[in-house]
């Protein structure tokens, strides 16, 4: 049967329990404070557009009612001279066609400037009153050399608007009259209404009142209205009347026209357009009176400045607050998993056979109770490792113990010295030598005894083994001892030097055709002896090097399981004896070059034998 594992939604994401801590704080800080942003700047961006909404619109209608009152002023204003029948007798005397005669008296003309004077008195938003005969004849407030004395009706745009509102008061664009001379090019927009008689109802005139723009910027200067954007009037035929922007990149009334293709509609104020690229708040109120459409357009970059400014100062401080909650977040992520960290990289000592590993208990919570654990577990592992080793060890010694037995030594011994006697009567005196020197060196060997000698005792067996190596190899070799005198009574593990000038001899000078030397140097170091084996053999290459180290330090549970590794194992089994002997701090140090030889050290603390039994023992023990 398969069972699929369940998996957590973290372990979707890839990482270190570190980098999953530190994503899951930072995640869980900024999506709140991310979403909270957000709202509240949508929240703040739709009712800023609202209330300036609500605001523009009861501005843009105050506006529209001054202009109702003006215009009404105008209006009325207009209709004055049907009530003096002076001024209408004066125009039935001009007559009530274009082929009336021209002529007027002087007390008339007189009559007729002050009459439109005192309309036009103490209203300084007038530019010019002008009554004009059917024949065109031009009665004005202004002084006549600023003035045409007669026009062409006909020919003023105007006229056909006065004719079809057939004495109604008309509202006239803004505009340029013929009448006026001066050069300014100033442009007005006008109330005029066709004046007919009261009784027959037959035209005899007009009345044209011209208004300046600056009426309409006194309107504007009065109310608490934006500078930026733009304010349009407009008559319900789209005609402009007044014409206000920020700047001359700000699109007008013909771009609203054109882009808008007639979606400007009265009645559909607050709504948001795109004009140019760039969007605006459109507000527009229709007078029912007078027709006229006043539009504020207001760009929503300038209308949401402050909710910007608002959105860039909460973005600054959530950066500043989100750098404050990482490192934090980063702080208690590393706190929480430097304890599972160190456990492990502990684990991974362990698995390399390092079993005197221990992790550092800080905390009583479970990551605590689990290095504790792991503590005992190691502590438990270390002991049957080296009880296991140990109790090998036993069986190999008691393996060898009766191998020896089997070999009677008195025979062996009886045969060499035979050997020996035959060879000095034959004068063979170098075979009698190495006969001798063989002799010796297979008594200290097979000696019981509890594996520590003397110094002294193991270089004299050395010194067999070197001449027998001196009587095969000649002068090809040459041994150098110096020893510390005092260290000569130094108890050492029996055997532990032969291993080192074997290496040297068949690994680095007996494969040179010029031979070698060597140098075996033992001197004291504070408590410790120090003994290195150095010669001038072939050497070594750092790969090799490297592989040679790695073979040597394979642990103990390890040495079947890499039986196949045959490279080292004098190496490694005298590497093993010191470490089970002192510790982990004494080992076999060795470097070599190649072509310049190699160097193998010891250093072992000067102590009796009886100690270094009593370590043997406690491991043994489990202790």
Request: with cysteine; glycine share 6%.
């Amino acid at each position: 049967m398969n069972h699929r594992i369940k998996k957590h939604p973290l372990h979707l994401f890839r990482g270190t329990l570190r980098t999953k801590m530190l994503t899951l704080f930072l995640c869980l800080i900024a999506i709140p404070l991310s979403l909270q942003g957000m709202i509240t700047y949508s929240k703040f961006t739709t009712s800023t557009e609202e209330r300036t909404s609500e605001y523009t619109a009861q501005i843009v209608h105050q506006i529209n009612q001054n202009l109702d009152r003006n215009m009404e002023e105008m209006k009325r204003l207009s209709l004055m001279p049907l009530y003096d029948n002076s001024i209408l007798s004066i125009l039935r005397e001009l007559g009530g066609s274009a082929q009336a005669p021209l002529y007027l008296s002087t007390e008339k003309r007189q009559k007729m400037t002050l009459y439109i004077s005192s309309l036009s008195y103490s209203r300084p938003e007038v530019k010019g009153i002008q009554i004009m005969s059917l024949n065109g004849l031009v009665f004005s407030n202004l002084d006549p050399s600023t003035m045409k004395a007669q026009v062409d009706l006909r020919k003023e745009e105007w006229y056909s608007r006065v004719l079809a509102g057939n004495g109604a008061s008309v509202i006239i664009p803004s505009h340029r009259p013929d009448y006026y001379v001066d050069s300014s090019m100033d442009r007005y927009f006008s109330v005029a209404r066709l004046l007919r008689e009261p009784n027959t109802n037959l035209p005899l005139g007009v009345i044209k009142i011209d208004m300046k723009m600056e009426m309409i910027d006194q309107i504007l200067t009065n109310m608490p209205f934006t500078k930026e954007g733009s304010l349009i009037i407009g008559n319900q035929q789209q005609e402009l009347f007044y014409e206000k922007r920020e700047n001359e990149t700000t699109p007008g009334y013909q771009a609203l026209l054109q882009e808008t293709a007639g979606l400007v509609h009265p009645g559909q104020s607050g709504r948001t357009i795109s004009l140019q690229g760039q969007r605006y708040l459109l507000i527009d109120n229709v007078s029912a009176r007078t027709g006229l459409t006043v539009i504020s357009m207001i760009p929503i970059d300038s209308l949401l400045k402050d909710s910007n400014d608002l959105r860039s100062f909460t973005i600054l401080i959530a950066a500043i607050f989100l750098v404050v909650a990482g490192g934090l977040a980063s702080y208690f992520a590393y706190s929480l998993s430097r304890p599972l960290v160190s456990l492990k990289e502990k684990m991974l000592q362990v698995e390399q056979g390092h079993f005197h590993e221990r992790v550092p208990v800080s905390s009583a919570d479970e990551i605590g109770k689990l290095s504790e654990q792991f503590n005992h577990m190691v502590e438990e592992i270390n002991r049957l490792v080296n009880e296991v080793y140990v109790i090998s060890l036993r069986e190999r010694e008691a393996e060898l113990a009766a191998l020896q037995s089997q070999i009677h030594p008195h025979f062996i011994y009886n045969t060499l010295e035979a050997i020996n006697m035959m060879a000095i009567r034959a004068g063979n005196y170098d075979v009698s030598d190495m006969v001798s020197s063989l002799g010796k060196l297979m008594r200290y060997t097979v000696e019981r005894g509890d594996g520590f000698v003397t110094l002294a005792q193991e270089l004299e067996s050395l010194s067999s083994y070197v001449r027998i190596q001196q009587t095969r190899l000649g002068d090809r070799i040459q041994v150098v001892m110096e020893v510390d005198e005092s260290l000569q009574d130094a108890p050492i593990p029996k055997l532990l030097l032969q291993p080192l000038l074997e290496n040297a001899i068949y690994h680095g000078i007996e494969r040179q055709e010029r031979g070698g030397t060597i140098w075996l140097s033992v001197t004291r170091d504070a408590e410790a002896m120090q003994i290195s084996v150095r010669d001038n053999g072939k050497g070594m290459t750092q790969p090799e090097l490297i592989r040679l180290r790695s073979s040597v330090s394979i642990p103990f549970h390890q040495n079947e399981a890499s039986s196949s590794q045959r490279t080292g194992t004098a190496l490694r089994n005298i590497y093993q004896r010191i470490t089970l002997l002192y510790g982990e701090g004494y080992h076999l140090m060795m470097d070599s070059q190649a072509g310049q030889g190699s160097i193998f050290s010891l250093r072992i603390p000067i102590e009796n034998e009886k100690r270094a039994r009593g370590h043997v023992q406690s491991l043994a023990s489990g202790g």
